[in-house]
């Protein structure tokens, strides 16, 4: 056995990780499905972007380039389900190619547009026009939530609750990996889900996607045993992974080498979420430090408007965005827990589920299951280094 | 820890703060609750600050409010010899009626800047000054450059009056000469407000602002959520800021950044240009003589708001 044989697929990160800013368009707040666990509470079929908002929103940014000093920049569009825009979107994105070449923009170049979808659209004309014509900027996610059992529990049609929507996805599934085969799904798991992970994850691997990203909602869903039952999902979905060799080439989210250690409280205190580093628009002109703090997000709480396309952003409200660290916002069992690395939060869910109207109250709702995902991951990556050390020794012994 | 107990005897009592009195109707506070109130500053070891209106009080409170050791926080109209603080609202008062006083001024930026002049005569016969900008949130960048100018002329009249041989204790300017550590409003975490509905309030602001913002009552107690938020180890900002006589006002932070730990860029450049002045102050009053030499000298620094160096 040779070094290049022991192969590990890693999460794919996303392009300029880090380094790029993300602004977010909601460009309609309509989607053809009503997902049980999806956490916009204010869907509607009106909130639909103008092309007026869409473009004062962009000459405010571009206009502001000493503010948004990011090398580069991708461009979100989400709903709802943004494809049911598709010819706001097509104008949208081409005039910002056009601004940033006509004012030499440093984004110029170094841009994206992205898309989660749920995939119903992906094959009609015109949202095929606009791939073809964008393809070198595009990063598309389809989400689909695992076989089709799992699938049809949660995503189901608006208005036919009976009706799932798997078919209608999965059927655009081989057009999509083959305009973006490194591309991954989005999987997210709620109480209800949490019997049929193992399976799922096969089954999307088996579609021919090699990279899931799959979280439990940060939302107090839990039941009492969920964790236990999760852990064993992992486990499970642990053993066929090594065992049928899938990690060379496929990565799954839930196991990574980074979680569960304990974090220093000075050197490892930053912020999980990136809210504040992200600028969302709304259909009314509203900027948001992310779309979770969108008043159809939220379930308990005023929305947080950071400005709008008129007045543009106070920087006030953003700073206790940018002042955020892990520390100032964690109760004391975080502060110490011997896991914490890898426990995430939402800064939307926290601010929406605090006690206060605040964003300096991390919610908790996930500290079991993280650490039963943390058991589930030291198991995984015990064994699968037991087996890659066993295969090099019989590998050796032969030779 | 709570260290004090502010009782707002009336809806009219006056303002010693950033906040404006936006109830204009006459509301004492029940005998009864003053009674209870002032149980529960007993009880928990606060130091009691009652806050009168400018009309004088039934006799019956005042045997009430006596049956504690307290400071009294009066307006000007109602200046007596039992007030340890007066509160002047803008720039009408008689310099002689406020000879040995502690005085807090409150006056709009505009203000100041016009009637800077009037403060060296105050300076000099008051025992302290605390001056007040209401409209501090609003300072422009324009008006910070003022603010600088307004501030250094300031300085050189304590200066001058340092060295006539009195010490002159002014917030602006003296406040951060003396500090070793933050000392701020401490509304929430250190102080409290019971206000004459019988509930407890962070400071006089949130009673103004919304009445429904209490935190806690007579009957059941203090409940406030998030407690944390109101202390300096959980204002990431502040906590890195050496501003030391900054007012750090959860107040208006809430109103401009709608956190009550996070301040907001105009609160910080005013105390920043506030503790650099104070800094020039230190250091031509050394070259001079020897003056708090035990008190360590206040560093250069290159920023105006702290928000820049929690940023790098
Ligand atoms: S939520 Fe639980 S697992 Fe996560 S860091 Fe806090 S204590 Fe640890
Ligand atoms: S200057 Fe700003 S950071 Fe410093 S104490 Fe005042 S409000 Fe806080």
């Given at each position: 056995?040779?070094e290049t044989?022991?192969k590990i697929?890693?999460?794919t ?5 880090g ?18 666990y ?5 869907k ?5 972007m ?8 962009i000459?405010y940014?571009?206009?502001h380039?000493?503010?948004f000093p ?7 569009f989400?709903?709802?389900?943004p ?10 994105c081409?005039y910002i190619?056009?601004?940033l ?9 170094s ?8 995939g119903i ?6 949202v095929?026009?606009?791939?073809n ?27 036919v ?7 209608d ?9 083959q ?5 991954a799904?989005?999987v ?20 021919g996607i ?15 045993g ?5 852990e064993n999902?992992l ?8 065992d049928?060799?899938?990690?060379k080439?496929?990565?799954?989210s ?7 250690k ?5 050197r ?14 709304d ?12 008043a159809y997000s ?17 920087k006030n ?15 004391d ?6 896991v ?11 601010y ?8 300096y ?6 500290c079991l ?5 943390v058991h ?5 990556w015990?064994k ?12 050796k012994?032969?030779? | 820890?709570l ?5 707002l ?5 006056v303002?010693f ?5 936006t ?9 009864d ?6 149980r529960?500053?007993m009880?928990?070891n ?7 209106p ?9 045997d ?17 010899c ?8 803008g ?17 709009s ?7 800077h ?12 000054l605390?001056?007040v900008i209401t409209?501090?949130?609003?300072m ?17 009249d ?10 002159p204790?002014f917030?602006?300017l003296?406040?951060?000469?003396m500090?070793t550590?933050?000392?701020n ?8 407000t019971l206000?004459p509905n ?23 107690g ?13 204002a ?5 800021c ?5 007012r750090?006002?959860?107040?208006l932070?809430?109103?401009?950044t ?6 907001s860029?105009?609160q ?5 240009l506030?503790r650099?002045?104070s800094r020039q102050l ?8 020897t003056?708090?030499p035990?008190?360590?000298e206040i ?5 105006l ?5 929690i940023?790098?």
């Amino acid at each position: 056995m040779s070094e290049t044989d022991i192969k590990i697929k890693d999460s794919t990160a996303s392009w300029q990780d880090g380094v790029a800013k993300t602004i977010t368009f909601i460009v309609t707040k309509d989607c053809q499905l009503a997902c049980k666990y999806c956490y916009l509470v204010g869907k509607n079929e009106k909130e639909r972007m103008s092309w007026d908002v869409a473009k004062r929103a962009i000459d405010y940014i571009l206009d502001h380039e000493r503010d948004f000093p990011e090398k580069s920049v991708i461009f979100e569009f989400i709903g709802g389900e943004p494809f049911l825009e598709i010819d706001l979107i097509d104008r949208i994105c081409d005039y910002i190619k056009v601004e940033l070449y006509s004012r030499c923009h440093h984004w110029f170049d170094s841009y994206r547009f992205s898309f989660s979808t749920n995939g119903i659209n992906y094959h009609t004309d015109k949202v095929q026009a606009f791939i073809n014509k964008n393809i070198s900027h595009l990063s598309i996610g389809i989400t689909i939530d695992g076989t089709q059992r799992k699938h049809d529990l949660n995503r189901v049609w608006k208005g036919v609750e009976e009706r799932g929507s798997y078919l209608d996805v999965v059927r655009n599934i081989p057009l999509w990996l083959q305009q973006f085969p490194e591309e991954a799904t989005k999987v997210t798991i709620s109480s209800a889900d949490i019997p049929y992970i193992k399976e799922s994850v096969l089954h999307l691997y088996g579609l021919g996607i090699h990279a899931v990203n799959i979280n439990v909602v940060f939302e107090n869903v839990w039941k009492d045993g969920d964790d236990k039952l999760f852990e064993n999902q992992l486990m499970l979905l642990a053993d066929d992974i090594i065992d049928g060799g899938y990690y060379k080439d496929y990565a799954c989210s839930f196991f990574s080498e980074n979680i569960g250690k304990p974090l220093d409280p000075e050197r490892e205190n930053n912020n999980w979420c990136g809210a504040g580093k992200m600028l969302a628009v709304d259909a009314a002109g509203n900027f948001y430090p992310c779309t979770r703090f969108a008043a159809y997000s939220l379930r308990s709480k005023e929305p947080i408007v950071i400005g709008n396309v008129s007045d543009g952003i106070d920087k006030n409200k953003l700073r206790p965005f940018l002042a955020l660290d892990r520390i100032t916002q964690s109760p004391d069992k975080c502060k110490t827990c011997n896991v914490a690395s890898g426990c995430a939060w939402c800064q939307g869910e926290n601010y929406d589920a605090a006690e206060t109207n605040t964003i300096y109250q991390r919610a908790t709702a996930i500290c079991l299951m993280h650490k039963a995902r943390v058991h589930a991951n030291n198991y995984y990556w015990n064994k699968l280094y037991r087996k890659l050390e066993m295969d090099g020794r019989s590998t050796k012994c032969e030779g | 820890m709570l260290q004090y107990l502010v009782i707002l005897l009336d809806d009219t009592s006056v303002s010693f703060c950033h906040y404006d009195v936006t109830k204009p109707e006459r509301r004492l506070i029940s005998l009864d609750d003053l009674r209870q109130g002032i149980r529960f500053g007993m009880m928990e070891n606060l130091m009691i600050q009652f806050i009168y209106p400018d009309y004088a009080l039934p006799q019956e409170y005042l045997d009430v409010i006596d049956t504690i050791d307290h400071s009294n926080i009066k307006p000007l109209s109602a200046l007596d010899c039992e007030t340890d603080i007066v509160v002047v609202d803008g720039w009408k008062y008689n310099v002689a009626k406020l000879n040995g006083a502690v005085v807090v001024l409150r006056t709009s930026w505009n203000q100041l800047s016009k009637n800077h002049n009037n403060l060296k005569g105050l300076l000099n016969v008051v025992m302290r000054l605390s001056v007040v900008i209401t409209d501090v949130e609003r300072m422009t960048a324009s008006d910070h450059e003022q603010y600088k100018a307004v501030l250094e002329l300031l300085g050189k009249d304590v200066e001058s009056i340092c060295l006539s041989g009195k010490s002159p204790q002014f917030n602006l300017l003296t406040d951060r000469l003396m500090l070793t550590e933050m000392n701020n409003c401490g509304a929430g975490d250190m102080t409290i407000t019971l206000a004459p509905n019988g509930k407890f309030y962070i400071c006089p602001a949130f009673y103004y602002e919304n009445e429904a913002d209490s935190v806690g009552d007579l009957n059941n107690g203090l409940n406030i959520k998030n407690r944390q938020l109101y202390s300096l180890d959980h204002a990431p900002i502040c906590r890195k800021c050496d501003a030391w006589q900054c007012r750090r006002c959860v107040w208006l932070n809430r109103k401009t950044t709608l956190e009550v730990n996070i301040p907001s860029r105009e609160q910080c450049v005013a105390a920043h240009l506030e503790r650099n002045t104070s800094r020039q102050l230190m250091l031509s009053l050394r070259s001079k003589g020897t003056f708090l030499p035990d008190i360590e000298e206040i560093k250069e620094i290159d920023y105006l708001d702290p928000f820049e160096i929690i940023r790098q």
